[in-house]
């Protein structure tokens, strides 16, 4: 029996090993669900895959070029709280004594060009008196504000002073998320200050922040002060001007916004050329067209802006478009989305000839509109405080 054991026990126990390496490499073979997650494998990373050790070189390229401002403009401020109340004014009016004050604020600049052009932003530069501007080599001077453009929130300077370092360009339009960026500008006033993130999100806009909004999205850290400063790629080349930063407590929460170069360069070679940016007009507010509204228009799943609004006398009239219209597409252009609508025709030169295709009373129509010059944003005076 022995004997036996001894001689069917070997192959007994190799039977068994077989089997268990079947199951566990082909489990279906014995009717078992297959385990295999299909896990990818990444490749063996190489030295030249990875980013360097630092981005000195990148600041020391672009950090020359970013100027600190500081600004400051007259305020009437009442001289009693009593003074603000409504129930005093109503009896004493508005002829209430009051007194001047001199009120400062920071922001950042780039320098564009060795000829002494800065770009920022509006909101650094609006209403101020005076705007000095202090670069990185100690040099101080004053600057004139050649122009400005609330609805993108930009302002061209002009600086008069010799070798003026200049920042070199980069494509906005080719950066893509993930890519480094470093935020360079005079967060609250300590001097100016280098911080590092990544592109977090291209094309944003719908922030309620300006009229033409296509921000890039990052999180290095943007404070108060980075405004108008400049945003780098990680050679050095300006990608946008930083402008704002999404937060409830006032500081940095990771989310910053800034105005791509494309577009920023765009706009100050208008301004510098034209004192103003020269954007077309079509005299018409508009409003989605929601699913209620696409189904009692008979329009379900097709694109279409509502005209909610016409001007008088302007170029939308003037076509004969009228209020309750569906605009299918303008230019041959799909008309998916109001505020994409607006901004295609702000960028088609005033007096050109467009054709808008309209939905009205069920039946389609074609009409043609020559196009406008778009008046200048009216800046909301500034509250006495």
Do not use: C
């Not at 504000?145 to 494509?171: F, Q």
């Not at 405004?227 to 790629?233: C, E, F, M, T």
């Amino acid at each position: 029996m022995l004997k036996a054991l001894r001689f069917l026990g070997w192959p007994l126990l190799a039977g068994v090993l077989v089997a268990m390496l079947i199951i566990q490499r082909y489990p279906q073979w014995v009717g078992l669900p297959n385990l295999d997650v299909n896990l990818q494998q990444a490749p063996q990373t190489t030295l030249s895959q990875q980013g360097p050790a630092s981005y000195a070189d990148a600041v020391s390229l672009a950090a020359p070029a970013v100027a600190n401002l500081y600004t400051t403009k007259m305020v009437n401020k009442n001289t009693h709280p009593l003074f603000e109340d409504p129930q005093f004014r109503r009896f004493f009016g508005d002829n209430l004594p009051k007194q001047k004050r001199m009120e400062s604020s920071l922001g950042s600049a780039v320098i564009m060009s060795s000829t002494g052009y800065l770009l920022t932003n509006n909101h650094v530069t609006a209403g101020a008196d005076q705007i000095v501007v202090a670069l990185k080599d100690g040099r101080e001077t004053l600057a004139k504000v050649v122009g400005s453009d609330p609805e993108t929130d930009l302002a061209v300077l002009k600086i008069d002073l010799p070798n003026l370092p200049s920042i070199t360009i980069g494509r906005s339009d080719q950066i893509r998320i993930g890519d480094i960026a470093l935020a360079i500008g005079n967060p609250f006033g300590v001097g100016q200050t280098t911080t590092m993130g990544i592109i977090s999100a291209t094309g944003r806009n719908q922030l309620g922040l300006n009229n033409y909004e296509d921000f890039i999205q990052t999180d290095a850290a943007i404070n108060p002060g980075n405004s108008g400063g400049a945003l780098v790629d990680a050679n050095g080349n300006l990608t946008g001007i930083n402008t704002a930063i999404f937060s409830k407590s006032g500081g940095s929460q990771g989310i910053g916004f800034a105005i791509p170069i494309n577009l920023a360069v765009e706009v100050m070679k208008a301004i510098i050329e034209h004192g103003q940016v020269i954007r077309g007009w079509l005299g018409i507010e508009v409003q989605p067209l929601t699913q209620d509204l696409a189904e009692s228009f008979g329009l379900s799943g097709r694109p279409g802006i509502v005209v909610a609004g016409v001007f008088r006398d302007g170029p939308a009239q003037k076509a004969g478009l009228q209020l309750g219209d569906v605009i299918l597409s303008i230019d041959g252009v799909p008309a998916t989305d109001g505020r994409r609508s607006m901004n295609q025709v702000a960028r088609i030169k005033p007096t050109d000839n467009v054709a808008i295709q309209v939905l009205r009373n069920g039946k389609e129509l074609k009409l043609m509109a020559e196009i406008g010059l778009r008046p200048p944003q009216q800046t909301p005076p500034q509250e006495e405080e």
